[in-house]
């Protein structure tokens, strides 16, 4: 298995402004993943992170508003950039352990 | 692509009684899992099942358990016995075995669960 802290776990921020989110993962594993759930949605992958290279982005979503990091195999971070209100959801990392995903927290980003 | 389809957005059970969420999927890959993930007001993801399309036994956890067809893609979850704390966001998911390392999973858009006392 492996357990994720998320943080934070919730945040109100201004329009125009960034937030990180961190995401450290109690074992080493290759890929993180990044989701978006807007209020209401299901989840919609963002990105997925592999250490020591870049992220791969899926349709619509940019690094220059979105950029990763992922330092080493057990962290990485979601950069949410110049946020508008459009921004706010929950947004979620996961790891994958023999086929069972597991999540943080979520982080609740409120844009106003 | 992958496709998951989730028809039912809102459901309500009385407790102690069965409810059945549905969910259908499209792929053309020959190799996966399926998922039936919870998720309650806290927000934290919680497996509740998982099916490996191999298997033509349908998975059982306790009082949730599924009904795999797998040439109608349909990949229902039943709930027995059901409980207050069973009212969450059912979702289900997607995911296709990889040649190497992971894969994400796909979620349909979400069955919301109301257990009435």
């Known amino acids: 298995s492996a357990v994720i802290s998320q943080k934070p776990s919730r945040d109100i921020c201004q329009r125009g402004t960034s937030l990180t989110i961190q995401c450290q993962v109690d074992s080493q594993v290759t890929m993180m993943f990044w989701y978006r759930q807007q209020p209401g949605q299901s989840l919609t992958l963002i990105a997925t992170a592999n250490q020591g290279s870049e992220a791969t982005y899926e349709s619509g979503f940019v690094i220059d508003k979105f950029p990763i990091s992922r330092p080493n195999l057990t962290f990485s971070t979601l950069t949410v950039s110049n946020m508008s209100p459009e921004d706010s959801s929950i947004y979620l990392c996961?790891?994958?352990?023999?086929?069972?995903?597991?999540f943080g927290q979520g982080t609740r980003l409120t844009v106003v | 692509a992958q496709t998951v389809t989730q028809s039912q957005p809102e459901m309500s059970v009385q407790e102690a009684e069965t409810v059945t969420l549905s969910c259908t999927y499209d792929t053309s890959e020959s190799n996966y899992y399926l998922f039936w993930y919870k998720q309650p007001p806290s927000r934290q993801m919680i497996l509740v099942i998982r099916?490996?399309?191999?298997?033509?036994q349908n998975a059982t956890e306790n009082r949730f358990s599924v009904n795999f067809q797998k040439a109608a893609k349909s990949f229902s979850l039943k709930i027995s016995d059901s409980q207050l704390g069973d009212t969450a966001m059912y979702f289900c998911?997607?995911?296709?075995?990889?040649?190497?390392?992971?894969?994400?999973?796909?979620f349909g858009k979400g069955t919301r669960l109301s257990v009435i006392a």
């Open positions: 998911a997607f995911m296709k075995l990889p040649n190497s390392g992971n894969t994400p999973l796909v």
């Open positions: 099916q490996e399309a191999y298997k033509q």
């Open positions: 996961s790891v994958e352990k023999e086929t069972e995903a597991f």
